[in-house]
């Protein structure tokens, strides 16, 4: 029973750590040109809105079971139609302590507040009365995952594609764009939800971090994340950068290729099962049945490329979001070690490389079950 719940949700016990003594606060942004004059958010201006109860509770029917479209680790999620007609995704925090809840609370609208890209979930604004809401666009369509591992029908080659690159670029943009660096943390199938057009979007910012600039990484010291799509410097040491994303990334990649779970019923890791046939170029026998041969040979050659960067164990060897979209594109991009032009290395590069390579199959599935060990006594 708790496998199956650990599958598709993530472990959250820190919403969020203090940073270390001696770092000083932000004092430039030199990668992005959202800074104004009197500080980095002096031209952001608020497009969300604050909700009564009454307001959710008439959207949603009083949060009738009917209305429930999904239910994560941390929220049950309701569809809700607002007084104007729009439609939208409320979503309760549930799970935890009254504090746990508000940390997580603030934890995830503090990012989503000011992420602004095609390819992340909207904010239309929350409610904090009668329990924490966050009000989101709704998806017609649900999550990546819903439409992948649980639906009767096949979903299409042409769209596996599109969500693939979609969902690259939303990274990018977290990783290197958009006003902060932010790390995601908890990429998967259950956080990518897809609009009308089948443009996928990123949500689920309960466990993202802002890293400063002149933060190499970030150190965790509890668990969190989702088995079946943690990269090995994680789990061997907490440590949470850019390629923690990529390797989570080269999964869904997987996922998207072969149709399968990240982890399967048997606990069977979709990384460990792909690789040696990853290794031997034997993409044939990784493509999902299901997809028959209606599929292009090109794109799949470059998301299964793609996927074997991704997931390798060295971080320095994984590209980095800005280089992976040129793979998928099937564009050379010069050196795949990830030694982007305007980017240093991160932490994981620098220090862990070593260790990260010498970091073996059975050492790896040891330390996942030592970390659903500790899960469990959470
Ligand atoms: N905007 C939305 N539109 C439609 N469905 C949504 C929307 N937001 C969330 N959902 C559905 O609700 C599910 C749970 O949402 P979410 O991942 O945000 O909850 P969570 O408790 O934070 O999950 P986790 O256990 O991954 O931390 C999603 O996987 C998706 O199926």
Redesign the pocket.
Known sequence: MFLSVLK???I?RLASLPPPRGVSKVTECNRRSFSGNNGEFSSFKPSWRIFHLWELQVATRYFSSDML?????????Y?GCLQDGQL??I?K???GTPEERTS?FLS?IGIIVHVNHPNT??LIGYGVEGGLH?V????????L??LLHESNRVLEWGIRYKVALGTAEGLIYLHETCPRRIIHR?I????I?LTENFDP?I??F??SKWLPDQWSHHTVTKFEG?FGYLAPEYVMHGIVDEKTDVFSFGVLLLELITGKRALEKDEQSLVMWAKPLLDKNKIRELVDPFLGNSYDQQQMNHLASAAALCIQRSSSLRPRMSQVVPLLKGKETGSGSGQGPTLRRTYSEEFFNVQVEEYSRGRYLKDLNRHKQIALEC
């Open positions: 598709s949700r993530s959250r479209i999904g239910k994560g680790g941390y929220a049950e999620v569809k939208v995704a979503k925090l549930t799970r997580d995830e979930a909207k966050l989101l666009e709704l998806s017609p369509y649900g999550s995952a819903s908890d998967k199938t259950e956080n939800l979007q949500t689920d309960g466990l989702t």
